[in-house]
């Protein structure tokens, strides 16, 4: 997950108010509904120590969003009176809406609230061209098409010889129609930026266009079998999305395994554990930081300064990096922290995950590092 978009948030001091609204269930009751839940969260957050203005700030955003056709739910952050920021969820939040008042945003929850929505690009295939959608969690749209020659598109079952003239006909439109529904399909990902593409249709025009993409995207490209004229279902299409997120999260994953053993030398390219993951993010050196938001080290606290760069396990630590003014801060918000202001993203790998794995980060916190050490 690229971060960037954090960053207005940790231009302004805290205390933080982070709200996770869950605006998943639509109802006729539903208006009145969120008018009490914007009321209970700012309660809420008021008997967590909040200042007023930000518990009103907080109330009127969750009221504006009685009338939200959003499917999943909203994240909210505020400091000082004012939203910073409210970006959409992908998935609603578990267990419902929850708010949290602390020195840093609590923004863990968006690896897997808002972190992997893959784009993807449905391509509805058959002989004379192709109709596009695009789709993601926030619902689908059309993404155009392509039509190729029309005519001949359809071979004879005749063995005549006098027939073969026609028959080539036919391949060379299907060959023709397959290159053209590819350029633009192309083109589509290279302008919707999507992740996936998923190819519905015939066994012998999907193979057709996906033989033809470019290099670049073969790795993107899901098939799914269909006849012309069918249309996926929204849970087949969610399927694939899922896969797609537990695919990107398992290389990931695989990633840090491979990089955490010691090379001839006893030096390694990941770490784990929150101290020596403290060290890597004081200097800088955090690439890519994975996280199981669950994990039991994603709580522990840990110290900061004002300075993204000011984090230690205990707070003399920072005293001794002469930081004269300290909070306590979770672990995963303080890392998420220097990740965000150092460029670095983050991914959940609990997509990758079986029930009993053991090849997780120590406490559900690791990174790759940009350099050995």
């Given at each position: 997950?690229?971060?960037?978009?954090?960053h207005p948030?940790?231009?302004?001091?805290?205390?933080?108010?982070?709200?996770?609204v869950?605006?998943?269930r639509?109802?006729e009751?539903?208006v009145?509904?969120?008018?009490?839940?914007?009321?209970?969260v700012?309660?809420?957050?008021?008997?967590q120590?909040?200042?007023e203005?930000?518990?009103r700030?907080?109330r009127?955003?969750?009221?504006?969003?009685?009338h939200?056709?959003?499917q999943?739910?909203?994240?909210?952050?505020a400091?000082?009176?004012?939203v910073v920021?409210?970006?959409?969820?992908?998935?609603?939040?578990?267990?419902?809406?929850?708010?949290?008042?602390?020195?840093?945003p609590?923004v863990s929850?968006?690896l897997?609230l808002?972190?992997?929505?893959?784009v993807?690009?449905?391509?509805?295939?058959?002989r004379?061209?192709a109709?596009?959608e695009l789709?993601?969690?926030?619902g689908?749209?059309d993404?155009g098409?392509?039509?190729?020659?029309q005519?001949p598109v359809?071979?004879t079952?005749?063995?005549?010889w006098?027939e073969?003239h026609?028959q080539?006909?036919?391949?060379n439109?299907?060959e023709?129609?397959?290159a053209?529904i590819a350029?633009?399909l192309?083109?589509?990902?290279e302008e919707?930026?999507a992740?996936?593409?998923?190819l519905v249709?015939?066994?012998?025009e999907r193979r057709?266009?996906?033989?033809r993409?470019p290099?670049?995207?073969?790795?993107?490209?899901?098939?799914a079998?269909?006849?012309s004229?069918?249309?996926?279902?929204?849970?087949?299409?969610?399927?694939?999305?899922?896969?797609?997120?537990?695919?990107?999260?398992?290389?990931?994953?695989?990633?840090?395994?491979?990089?955490?053993?010691?090379?001839g030398?006893?030096?390694?390219?990941a770490?784990?554990?929150v101290p020596?993951l403290?060290e890597?993010?004081?200097?800088?050196?955090?690439?890519?930081?994975l996280?199981?938001?669950d994990g039991?080290?994603?709580?522990?606290?840990?110290?900061?300064?004002e300075d993204?760069d000011?984090?230690?396990?205990?707070?003399t630590e920072?005293?001794?990096?002469g930081?004269?003014?300290?909070?306590s801060?979770?672990?995963?918000d303080?890392l998420l922290?220097?990740?965000?202001?150092t460029?670095?993203?983050a991914?959940?790998?609990?997509?990758?995950l079986?029930?009993?794995?053991d090849?997780?980060p120590?406490g559900g916190?690791?990174?790759l590092?940009?350099?050995k050490?």
């Open positions: 997950m690229d971060l960037a978009f954090l948030l940790y231009e302004h001091p805290g205390p933080w108010a982070s709200v996770y869950d605006l998943s639509h109802a009751d539903t009145h509904e969120r008018e009490l839940m914007a009321g209970a700012a309660r809420d957050l008021a008997s120590g909040a200042d203005a930000t518990c700030a907080v009127e955003a969750v009221e504006d969003l009685r939200s056709t959003d999943h739910g909203r994240a909210l952050f400091c000082a009176g004012q920021l409210d970006p959409p969820l992908a998935r609603a939040p578990r267990g419902g809406t929850s708010a949290h008042w602390a020195p840093l609590h929850p968006l897997e808002a972190g992997e929505d893959p993807c690009v449905v391509a509805y295939i058959d004379k061209g109709d596009f789709r993601s969690a926030l689908s749209t993404a098409g392509v039509s190729g020659r005519w359809h071979r079952s005749s063995v005549d006098s073969r026609f080539l006909r036919v391949e439109t299907w023709h129609n397959a053209e350029d633009a192309a083109v589509c990902q919707t930026r992740d996936l593409l998923i249709g015939d066994d012998r057709s266009v996906h033989e993409l290099q670049r995207l073969q790795d993107r490209v899901v098939e079998s269909r006849g004229g069918s249309r996926l279902l929204d849970d087949e299409v969610e399927r694939l999305r899922d896969d797609h997120v537990r695919a990107r999260a398992r290389e990931d994953l695989d990633r840090f395994l491979a990089a955490r053993t010691p090379d030398e006893g030096r390694s390219a770490v784990e554990g020596a403290i890597a993010a004081r200097e800088h050196r955090i690439d890519e930081l996280i199981i938001p039991p080290d994603t709580h522990r606290e840990v110290w900061i300064g993204p000011q984090l230690a396990v205990r707070r920072l005293k001794t990096l930081e004269q003014d300290s909070w801060a979770r672990a995963d303080a922290r220097s990740a965000v202001m460029g670095a993203p991914i959940s790998v609990s997509p990758a079986p029930p009993e794995a090849d997780a120590v916190l690791g990174a590092l940009r350099w050490e």
